[in-house]
């Protein structure tokens, strides 16, 4: 049975960092893209990042560029998202996905087949 399970979110002030990570089981998730979105109170759900199974490329939503950064472990079966320069609204819930393949479409939750639980992340101001 196919899990992917996120862990490290949390409490931080403006300004700070986080590292959520995210561990896959039951499943050859080497040769998956994975993915991170996340969902504030009364929002949709919004693309976050994803990355390509070797890890070779990267998409980020125009709203953490420069500050979020991506990352993968295919030996942990593990994806990881390290977020600095935390700003309030950045809080959301943060989940993780994952799909077959590196096709089109890449940045729409529709696209991805196995999803996490989510991990709450709230930047206080």
């Known amino acids: 049975q196919v899990q992917l399970v996120e862990s490290g979110g949390g409490l931080v002030q403006a300004g700070g960092s986080l590292r959520l990570s995210c561990e896959a089981s039951?499943?050859?998730?080497?040769?998956?893209?994975r993915g991170w979105f996340r969902q504030a109170p009364g929002k949709e759900r919004e693309f976050v990042a994803t990355?390509?199974?070797?890890?070779?490329?990267?998409i980020y939503a125009d709203s953490v560029k420069g500050r979020f950064t991506i990352s993968r472990d295919n030996a942990k079966n593990t994806v990881y998202l390290q977020m600095n320069s935390l700003k309030p609204e950045d809080t959301a819930v943060y989940f993780c996905?994952?799909?077959?393949?590196?096709?089109?479409?890449?940045?729409?939750?529709?696209?991805?087949?196995?999803w996490g639980q989510g991990t709450q992340v709230t930047v206080s101001s």
């Open positions: 039951g499943g050859r998730f080497s040769s998956y893209t």
């Open positions: 996905a994952a799909k077959e393949g590196w096709s089109l479409p890449l940045v729409t939750q529709i696209a991805y087949n196995y």
């Open positions: 990355i390509s199974r070797s890890g070779g490329a990267t």
